[in-house]
């Protein structure tokens, strides 16, 4: 167990609609990073906070979003579902959001399956 | 920009015997970190081994030992002593300069025979 909670575990929604996927990082942990696995594109880092701040985007689609809560706690706003949104939503969390080379926990993942 | 490489897609190996799965790297940072991933089937990332460019030894972690090559940029993760549950997917991944984000490889499967 890594500490990382996310909920749900798993999400089954029709095209065009709206989801939130939450994370609760470590206790301590201020970065929560979201990452996107799927069978065509692998492992694809989405976004990054830090304290409530976003520090980094990766190949985020405009149709996602994030945030970051003052607990710590971050959401991923997924809308207009598309059929290749599906994929396994991880959130990760780490101590430092500055120039260090910490591990990231990762959660044991959303399983969004789009119909 | 970073870029990882696995060229085994699917890897086997007999119980108790050694394998090594192949990572190489390519980066233009000076600083920068090497990580390996074991994802098995339920789905969950479980964090093996961190590797630091700086870092004069190799990392190493019970089973797990990384072969760290900088010359060559390669990253090879060694399991000693295979186990039936060490059958999974393995991901190297690696995290350097201004990106706070993880690079990941495809990934190798690895399957343990009995």
């Known amino acids: 167990d890594s500490g990382v909670t996310q909920t749900p575990k798993h999400l089954i929604t029709a095209t065009g609609q709206r989801v939130t996927l939450r994370c609760s990082p470590r206790s301590g942990d201020l970065s929560v990073y979201w990452y996107q696995q799927s069978l065509d594109q692998g492992l694809q880092f989405l976004i990054q906070y830090y304290n409530g701040e976003e520090r980094a985007k990766g190949n985020i689609l405009e149709r996602f979003s994030a945030q970051q809560f003052p607990d710590l706690h971050s959401e991923l706003n997924l809308s207009s579902l598309e059929l290749g949104d599906s994929a396994l939503y991880f959130c990760a969390s780490s101590p430092s959001g500055g120039r260090s080379y910490n591990e990231q926990f990762f959660g044991p993942g959303t399983r969004l399956t789009v119909l | 920009a970073q870029k990882i490489t696995q060229t085994q897609p699917g890897m086997f190996v007999q119980e108790k015997e050694a394998v090594t799965l192949d990572c190489t790297y390519d980066t233009s940072d000076q600083s920068y970190g090497l990580f390996w991933y074991k994802q098995p089937s339920s789905g969950e990332m479980i964090f093996l081994i961190y590797?630091?460019?700086?870092?004069?030894q190799n990392a190493t972690e019970g089973r797990y030992s990384l072969n760290f090559q900088k010359a060559r940029k390669s990253a090879n993760l060694v399991i000693s002593a295979s186990q039936l549950g060490d059958s999974a997917m393995y991901f190297c991944a690696m995290r350097g300069g201004s990106n706070y984000k993880l690079t990941f490889g495809k990934g190798t499967l690895l399957t343990v025979n009995p």
């Open positions: 590797q630091g460019s700086y870092d004069e």
